[in-house]
């Protein structure tokens, strides 16, 4: 069953489509951190599960730098304002925070993890 939004912990999350702000989620795989968009909220097996579509990096051209890579106590990066095409699984317990984005171009958003 699809569903809007859900409560979990006390934080909302929602599908891209319900409200742009609490889809946004970010959680650690295996190290690094991934941050991405919620397509779809539903229940399998008695659990809310997300269906997520990953941020797109931002190709820098060669010689280069992320202009906030020399913020050190800010932790914002800028990324593709694209998402990827592939629908990943990932149960509700495994979100750390959201994160917000900010567009500064057409092509790309300045992302920040708001934990």
Known sequence: MLQAYIRYGGVVYSCTATHVGNCLIMFHPSGDGSHLCIKYIYE???WSTFAV???CPHVLNKGTNDPFACYPHFPAKTYSH???T???KVEVSWVMSHYAQWPISDNHVV???LS
């Open 111 to 113: 992302i920040l993890t």
């Open 86 to 88: 592939t629908l990943e």
């Open 44 to 46: 399998q097996d008695g």
């Open 53 to 55: 579509c990953q941020q």
């Open 82 to 84: 694209m998402l990827s």
